[in-house]
T-cell receptor, first 113, second 115 residues
Framework: DGGITQSPKYLFRKEGQNVTLSCEQN?????MYWYRQDPGQGLRLIYY???????QKGDIAEGYSVSREKKESFPLTVTSAQKNPTAFYLC????????????FGSGTRLTVV | AQSVTQLGSHVSVSEGALVLLRCNYS??????LFWYVQYPNQGLQLLLK??????LVKGINGFEAEFKKSETSFHLTKPSAHMSDAAEYFC?????????????FGKGTMLLVSP
């Protein structure tokens, strides 16, 4: 079955460490997205990529980095510069533009300890 | 730029009662609109979407929504709530055919269903 796989489901990080969240899709979608979800704040866009080797900053990109070396993969790195990284992170993809809506992964819950 | 406002962070209904979740949008052009549902610790699942054509859109699990341009609204309804409908619901908007436009989400409404 086609879909988006995020791993790990739960992740714990010590302050000052970088951590990478994985997102893989086998839907042959061109576009991929990373959102951050905090209680009562909805989903906020971190980064998105419409094609391989190209990506754009979203509304809250500071302290995060991404790469898009393959169509299927869009990993997100949470760096030590992110002041408050504890959150639920959602990866999504779409066929082309957002006109079609997104398919979401099941999320990664990151906790800084 | 587009935006979405969901009225009410929490809505409580009894099982069997009407469900009404409100969504108003702001957009410079006629938008595309979406409703998603999220169960605890899971991703979002598409319920329904409005692009063009019929303004009353039917989705999965008995939900429907009506696009009202004059009221800039896209409220989600279901005639009879089930316990399994308890979840968080998100309204989202995008500008059609605008290249690099992304989905903009509302802050969400938690639906609580009591027996």
């Amino acid at each position: 079955d086609g879909g988006i796989t995020q791993s790990p489901k739960y992740l714990f990080r010590k302050e000052g460490q970088n951590v990478t969240l994985s997102c893989e899709q086998n839907l042959n979608h061109d576009a991929m997205y990373w959102y951050r979800q905090d209680p009562g704040q909805g989903l906020r866009l971190i980064y998105y990529s419409q094609i391989v080797n190209d990506f754009q900053k979203g509304d809250i990109a500071e302290g995060y980095s991404v790469s898009r070396e393959k169509k299927e993969s869009f990993p997100l790195t949470v760096t030590s510069a992110q002041k408050n990284p504890t959150a639920f992170y959602l990866c999504a993809s779409s066929m082309g533009s957002s006109n079609y809506g997104y398919t979401f992964g099941s999320g990664t819950r990151l906790t800084v300890v | 730029a587009q935006s979405v406002t969901q009225l009410g962070s929490h809505v409580s209904v009894s099982e069997g009662a009407l469900v009404l979740l409100r969504c108003n949008y702001s957009s410079s052009v006629p938008p595309y609109l979406f409703w998603y549902v999220q169960y605890p610790n899971q991703g979002l699942q598409l319920l329904l979407k409005y692009t063009t054509g019929a303004t009353l859109v039917k989705g999965i699990n008995g939900f429907e929504a009506e696009f009202k341009k004059s009221e800039t609204s896209f409220h989600l309804t279901k005639p009879s709530a089930h316990m399994s409908d308890a979840a968080e619901y998100f309204c989202a908007v995008t500008l059609p055919n605008s290249g690099y436009s992304t989905l903009t989400f509302g802050k969400g409404t938690m639906l609580l269903v009591s027996p």
